[in-house]
């Protein structure tokens, strides 16, 4: 390309490479149709619960042991194998009947194979920008893929929607190639062999000392990872539970129409990430902190509401928070320590995973009891954290900066 070197042609390449695997990479078509695909093979809430929750609990578990794989594989052999165990899983919630061990297998088959992605795309990002001297690029060029993530999952949703209305098998079989496609981008991105850090250098007293502000720093900032895990469990608990469940056992609507109300969930994410600096500067960083649980804690009474009209609002904020809380909370960490920063994001994804499989358990078993009675319940509990969380931002007296992120 005229006027650019041949490094920042080649950065641009392996950027675009990265673009077109997250894009790729998240085109989940069954998704939105996971609560009626296990509903048709006759399994009760909380079973549909469980096999939900299998999917967050293998997150969870198998964080540390990707993080020891990472270290000794190269990162896109590490991508490479998630993305095949995500087409194995898929394949296999197809062909586990009406068997919840099976199915619960192969929901924690994906679970790992997601482990293995996420966050290993972005240490290859990060070891890139390093590497092309392009440092002040990442957070851009991570905002930038978070919003295609948003696109994938706004088109792949409403197809998947489209195609189950013909068979409810086919967003699974039709999301495998897109799966096995970003297993072979991969094979392209660019990866140097890096020598890993003596840890033994460290003198005793100065790993004492970093160990130490770390445990406290983690501490000073709960009220932070709360925020994050706990909204977004929620969000996700609503997306692939509580939204859908409405709408089918209680609205009665058809698959295809219930695709496209769920499109509205992506598309407000993804124009509500874009929008997040304008948001702050407009109307205050406490407001759009504010406006996460707050938009949990209005979708939760629309729903009640049992009203139509009220289903079309109910996806909108639901994406609103969807596409605040990760920016707003990463923003906030930016500023930290190195490594408390990445201590911090650690824990904060951690317990998301718990509490989302948590909460999906939690709620499955509360509509056994009762659907309603199940909702005003979690609306209580989270308007109670939310509670305690200002408390402690009161008493941290921290400014929550939002970063683009």
């Known amino acids: 390309m005229l006027g650019l070197s041949a490094e920042e042609v080649h950065f641009g390449r ?5 673009y077109w695997y997250r894009l790729i990479s ?9 609560v009626v695909f296990l509903l048709d093979r006759k399994l009760t809430y909380l079973e549909s619960g469980a096999v939900l929750a299998a999917y967050g609990f293998a997150v969870m578990a198998s964080k540390p042991v990707v993080a020891r794989i990472v270290r000794i594989w190269p990162k896109k052999a590490v991508l490479f194998v998630g993305e095949w165990l995500k087409c194995l899983g898929i394949v296999g919630l197809v062909w586990s009947g009406e068997s919840v061990a099976a199915l619960i297998v192969s929901q924690a088959l994906i679970g790992f194979g997601f482990s293995c992605s996420q966050g290993t795309d972005s240490l290859l990002l990060s070891h890139w920008t390093e590497k092309y001297r392009a440092n002040d690029a990442y957070s851009e060029i991570e905002a930038k893929s978070q919003s295609y993530i948003f696109l994938a999952v706004l088109v792949s949703g409403v197809a998947g929607a489209v195609l189950a209305e013909i068979d409810l098998r086919l967003p699974f079989y039709l999301t495998v190639p897109f799966n096995f496609a970003a297993s072979w981008l991969v094979l392209g991105f660019v990866e140097e062999s890096t020598k890993r850090p003596d840890v033994s250098a460290l003198s005793e007293p100065e790993s004492k000392t970093a160990g130490d502000e770390g445990v406290s720093g983690l501490w000073r900032l709960a009220h932070v990872i709360s925020f994050y895990a ?3 469990a929620t969000i996700m608990a609503y997306y692939v539970l509580v939204f859908p469940l409405f709408l089918f056992v209680r609205a009665h609507v058809s698959v295809g129409y219930f695709g496209i109300l769920l499109g509205l969930f992506s598309l407000s994410a993804f124009l509500s990430g874009r929008w997040l600096g304008a948001f702050s500067r407009r109307f205050g960083e406490k407001t759009v902190w504010a406006a996460v649980p707050s938009a949990l804690l209005v979708s939760s009474i629309l ?3 049992d009203a139509m009209w009220a289903f079309w609002i109910v996806p909108a904020l639901l994406g609103l928070a969807a596409g605040t809380v ?9 500023k930290e320590a190195g490594a408390l920063k990445a201590a911090a994001v650690s824990a904060a994804e951690f317990w998301f995973a718990w509490f989302n499989a948590g909460f999906l358990l939690a709620i499955a078993a509360l509509f056994e009891w009762s659907v309603r009675g199940g909702l005003c319940i979690v609306m209580a509990v989270l308007f109670l954290l939310s509670v305690w969380q200002a408390a402690q931002w009161k008493r941290s007296g921290a400014r929550p900066d939002t970063a683009k992120v």
């Open 14 to 18: 392996v950027v675009r490479l990265f």
């Open 26 to 34: 998240r085109f989940y078509l069954y998704l939105p149709v996971m």
């Open 230 to 232: 706990v909204n977004r």
């Open 303 to 305: 729903l009640l509401s």
């Open 326 to 334: 990760r920016p707003l909370v990463y923003g906030f960490l930016k």
